[in-house]
């Protein structure tokens, strides 16, 4: 396995190149008579991807659609920052959920890939191939029925997860995906926070889903149909990892396709990033505690944040914000007095032949060690760019994006409430490693200019696991 190289850019947003830094990060001091803390590598990392979109509803006709899954690893000089490698040589691989002969590992560039598979798939990285691991699959349809394209992150599995995604409109349609790629069977329950009520219907409790399977439902035929449609899957028996299929055709013209991840937990803060400029664009928040919440969402952009919206959420509800269409990419940053939920959505505008896509924004994690995305590039050349925002403070942080094997770093430096966006060119992965402060980041894709299909999707930076926490167990004198 060939190393990677590292080069060295000019640093974006007013920031100063930075050298690598070759320290592990101290852990934090415990508790007065704990023993101490230590990071040993991750040495096992799996995550799940969706698979088709469109497929595997009872009694629904299948959408033909294609994709590509594709898991990478992060760097080893990157991940020499964080930990220390692991020595054990390993291998990453994309496999069936259902089992059955996996893919063949490239070792070379640390890289698998593999075709779209209908029920989905998993990745798997063993020894030096776990540390940092991220994974994506993206789907790209252009027929009568489904037009867009789609980048969604292959997941860790949760037992306890929010989606938020999907409306009202006419020839509007939202599936559940959930996947279980354990041995055991799993019982999912599925509750909504509709516009006037919080709903726990039938037909989304005891779900099974049995082992190394996935189970896909009409949305709208558990939660109804909503302008703003929030749920939340817990499972019992296993954790499984969950999807929104959220798929729009208005009368014989298809408007979009975007398979969204579970948004963050409920929370008095959220970043929702790299927000573009589209036809239309809203937020959508719920209130999933006892108390109405009291919610402002703010636009942060790279030379100012302005208020954009002030809305009630009253409590075990949601509702759908409205709010003015950006210029450039933006964030957008959700405050409450009560614990919410959110996400947004931005509908693109008119391609030159007539079609439009859309995207849906989730709340991203804060990066605390590294988190990052994979571009399976299922269309090649597609514009790419990573926005990086600071909600609370001045922040610091890496980017490093990898293109056949060769990794670039360039620091970018942000002041307290502004973002910034950085352009990707010929990107196989990218990963964000923090340096300073809170930073959020989000994964941009468009194309709306060019004769085919139209492309719009945001997919969050996740977090890449690199290391494991062991507790030092010390004699007792």
Known sequence: MRPLRLVLVAVLAGGTVAGAQAATRPEPAGPSGAAPRASVPATQAELVCPGSPLAGVDGVEDVRTSGVVAGQVAPDDLVRRLVRPPDEQGRLQVSPLGGGEADRPVERDRVARGGSLAQGATITGTGDHAPGL?????????????????????????????????????????????????????????????????????????????????????????????????????????????????HWVDGLEPRGLEVVPATGGPSREHVLGAISKGE????????????????????????????????????????????????????????????????AEVVGSPSRTGGQDMSWSTATPAVRDLVGAVVPNAVA??????????????????????????????TVSLERDRSTVVPLED??????????????????????????????????LLRARVADRTVEVLPVP
């Open 134 to 246: 991220v994974g994506a699959e993206e789907v790209v349809a252009s027929n009568d029925q489904v037009r867009g394209a789609s980048t969604a992150p292959c997941v860790v599995t949760s037992a306890d997860q929010w989606l938020v995604a999907g409306g009202s409109g006419a020839g509007r349609q939202e599936r559940l995906l959930v996947s279980n790629p354990g041995e055991n069977p799993v019982s999912v329950d599925v509750t909504g926070l509709g516009e006037r009520r919080t709903q726990t219907p039938p037909a989304g409790q005891d779900v099974t889903v049995p082992p190394r399977s996935r189970v896909a439902l009409l949305l709208d035929g558990i939660t109804g149909a909503s302008a703003s449609q929030v749920v939340r899957v817990r499972a019992t028996g296993g954790p499984v990892a969950a999807w929104v299929v959220d």
């Open 280 to 343: 239309s664009a809203r937020v959508v928040v719920g209130a999933p505690g006892s108390r109405d919440a009291v919610v402002e969402v703010r636009a942060v952009g790279s030379d100012r944040a302005r208020s954009v919206a002030v809305a009630t959420v009253p409590a075990g509800t949601s509702r759908s914000v409205d709010v003015d269409v950006e210029s450039g990419v933006v964030a957008y940053t959700v405050t409450s007095d009560e614990p919410v939920v959110a996400a």
């Open 381 to 410: 050349g597609l514009p790419r760019h990573v926005q990086l925002t600071a909600p609370s403070g001045t922040a610091e942080a890496e980017v490093v994006s990898v293109h056949d094997g060769e990794a670039t770093t360039r």
């Open 427 to 460: 990107v196989d992965a990218v990963w964000v490693r923090r340096v300073s402060g809170d930073v959020h980041a989000s994964l941009l894709t468009k194309e709306e200019t060019g004769p085919g299909t139209p492309v719009l999707s945001v997919t969050p």
